[in-house]
């Protein structure tokens, strides 16, 4: 192998060349310490940057083997390292000048979230960093010195703080471990007692501002269970902690406005992820299959059995296999919801802030104006408890603005100046008191939730190969079309959605057969992942990009809003005329 006197040598005789003589300096290195690996040479200053990693064989590096044996202890540490890598990255950041991204050096950033990541990889044979840097360059002349003082100068500095046990704060890393270890424990032990979602005493829900996802820092007033509601659980770490544990059923969150209603929801969407210390929400964990419902009037449905909640539409349309590429509120968040259904979850998460609200609700006196056959909508006060007693999902909806959801709701919890009551018992009496009449529109039973086949000719390869490209934490772009994400709430990370790009490709390619049903082709991707790692799906040779794995339900999204999708299902009876 290469040293790093040969790397310096190379950088020096290519001083003041054409950029392209880059290219020479494309292999491995070894360094006193490490290997550094430069895989792949940007084309131009301006390209995406040149990817490269740091490897630390372990016997140097010192990380003690319990850290990190165990899959969710070794997301924590690899979390923990990247975010160790990224601050001491911050001090040489643009340190070259230069064109375009000359002298930059970055690594994936983490946000609140704990999420399975390629940019720091540990077993027992090494440590790995992947990185980008900015090739320095004047115009397209290589700056060859600046590039030696990135590799010679300030990348050693930089493994040595963030990849060697000795020098890294080995209690915080401990912190952050068992942090995560109590987090994957919260969300198994909720599901053995019956519950969906906890909230420890003490949480800080509400963020610093609409566009940022720290924690509010003035005036927030921490969260406290309803006596009611209160549960205790013994964390293997933290030990013992309270908290308000909400059952499986139908839990609506009520209250005025501006009591923080949505802000409690939006926590519970994000509980599905695991969160840094100091977050705030690192003790509200909801169950990872939870999904947030919202309508997206616009996006394209292709062949969803929308029938449980819209039937008879003017134009006769077969709503067993309901396509369109405009959708509606109330078609779009009825599609959300079978889509959900169709991938699996147990829990449904919905504000009427953000839902149609003639899918949400119909009340007495607009049911005695419109005739039943008039209205093609079923709405999901008729069908929620359906869907908990005969498919077991649960429901958490923020209701301020109709009553009628009292009948139909296991728990009723009101947001009082950001402080929830317990009011079930409340809520029941108001519904039952009063001579106010609504006709239940459910019908025996909720109906069927087809699963679809995703056709491979859905996905044509463009002119070099299929190119799928994120943009952003909200656009893939697939042969130029553009597929919109900005609805898919719980995409957290634009490193999910470089994932989603990269997953989509592997399932054109290795996975979709014309067979396996949407879901199908999801369980198998996220076993091969689960077997071989989330490298393995990349088809960059040695660094894979940077990749943070999203749930099947996100993948899934992104499939079902791509506007060329087309699938079979199952045979379907045709309707009867007038029925
Ligand atoms: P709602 O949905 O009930 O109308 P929101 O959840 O949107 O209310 O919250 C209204 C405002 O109150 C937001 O600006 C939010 O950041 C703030 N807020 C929410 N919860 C808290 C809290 N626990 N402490 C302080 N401010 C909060
Ligand atoms: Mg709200």
């Given at each position: 192998m290469k040293r790093d006197a040969d790397l310096r040598r190379i950088l020096h005789a290519i001083d003041?060349?054409?950029?392209?003589?880059?290219?020479?300096?494309e292999g491995q290195y070894k360094f006193d310490s490490f290997v550094l690996s430069i895989d792949h040479v940007q084309g131009?200053?301006?390209?995406s940057p040149t990817k490269a990693r740091v490897v630390v064989p372990m016997e140097k590096a010192g990380f003690p083997p319990d850290l990190y044996d165990k899959a969710q202890k070794n997301t924590g540490v690899c979390d923990f390292l990247a975010r160790v890598f990224y601050n001491s990255i911050k001090k040489y950041?643009?340190?070259?000048?230069?064109?375009?991204?000359?002298g930059m050096l970055i690594i994936d950033r983490c946000g609140q979230e704990i999420l399975a990541r390629t940019s720091v990889v540990i077993d027992n044979s090494r440590v790995e960093a992947r990185f980008e840097v900015?090739?320095?360059?004047q115009g397209r002349r290589i700056l060859g010195k600046a590039a030696d003082f990135i590799f010679s100068s300030a990348l050693p500095v930089i493994a040595e703080n963030s990849l060697y046990y000795k020098n890294i704060d080995a209690e915080k890393l401990r912190e952050h471990v068992r942090l995560v270890e109590d987090q994957f424990f919260m969300r198994e032990e909720i599901k053995k007692r019956g519950l969906v979602a906890f909230i420890n005493?003490?949480?800080?829900?509400?963020?610093?501002?609409?566009?940022?996802?720290?924690?509010?820092?003035?005036g927030a007033v921490p969260f406290k269970s309803p006596e009611t509601l209160e549960i205790e659980l013994q964390l293997p770490n933290k030990g013992l902690i309270k908290g308000m544990g909400i059952p499986a059923g139908v839990t609506l969150i009520a209250?005025?406005?501006?009591?923080?209603k949505s802000t409690l929801l939006k926590a519970l969407e994000r509980g599905v992820y695991n969160h840094i210390a100091g977050?705030?929400?690192?003790y509200v964990v909801t169950i990872e299959d939870a999904v947030k419902i919202r309508a997206e009037d616009g996006r394209r449905v292709e062949k969803v059995n929308i029938s449980p909640f819209i039937n008879n539409l003017p134009n006769s349309q077969d709503t067993r296999e309901f396509s369109t590429d405009n959708a509606s509120g109330s078609t779009s968040q009825a599609a959300n919801i079978m889509e959900a259904l169709e991938i699996g979850t147990s829990l449904l998460l919905v504000d009427e802030d953000t839902s149609a609200t003639n899918f949400m609700i119909r009340d007495g006196r607009m049911q005695r104006l419109v005739a039943r056959e008039k209205e093609p909508i079923t709405p999901f006060i008729d069908r929620v408890r359906q869907l908990y007693t005969e498919y077991g999902v649960s429901t958490i909806l923020v209701v301020?603005?109709?009553?009628?959801?009292f009948d139909v709701a296991d728990t009723v919890i009101m947001m009082d100046e950001y402080v929830p009551k317990d009011v079930t018992v409340k809520a029941k009496e108001i519904a039952s008191s009063t001579g106010y009449a609504r006709e239940s529109s459910e019908g025996s039973f909720f109906g069927d939730i087809t699963p679809r086949i995703i056709l491979k000719s859905s996905f044509p390869r463009g002119k070099k190969g299929w190119e799928i490209k994120p943009k952003g934490l909200h656009t893939l772009l697939y042969n130029k079309e553009a597929i919109n994400l900005?609805?898919?709430?719980?995409?957290?990370?634009a490193s999910q959605t470089n994932c989603i790009a990269v997953m989509l490709q592997y399932m054109i390619e290795?996975?979709?057969?014309?067979?396996?049903t949407l879901a199908g082709a999801l369980d198998k991707l996220y076993k091969f992942i689960q077997d071989?790692?989330?490298?393995?799906?990349?088809?960059?040779?040695g660094h894979p990009g940077n990749l943070a794995l999203p749930r099947k339900h996100e993948l899934a999204a992104a499939i079902n809003r791509y506007r060329g999708l087309m699938v079979k299902t199952a045979r379907i009876n045709p309707v009867k005329k007038g029925s």
């Open positions: 003041g060349k054409g950029y392209k003589a880059y290219k020479d300096i131009d200053p301006f390209a950041y643009n340190s070259a000048g230069g064109t375009g991204k000359s900015g090739l320095p360059a005493n003490g949480a800080i829900l509400p963020r610093e501002s609409g566009v940022s996802d720290l924690p509010m820092k003035k209250g005025g406005g501006y009591h923080g977050d705030g929400r690192e301020g603005g109709s009553g009628d959801y900005v609805n898919v709430e719980q995409l957290v990370d290795n996975i979709l057969d014309d067979r396996l071989y790692g989330l490298d393995r799906i990349s088809p960059y040779k």
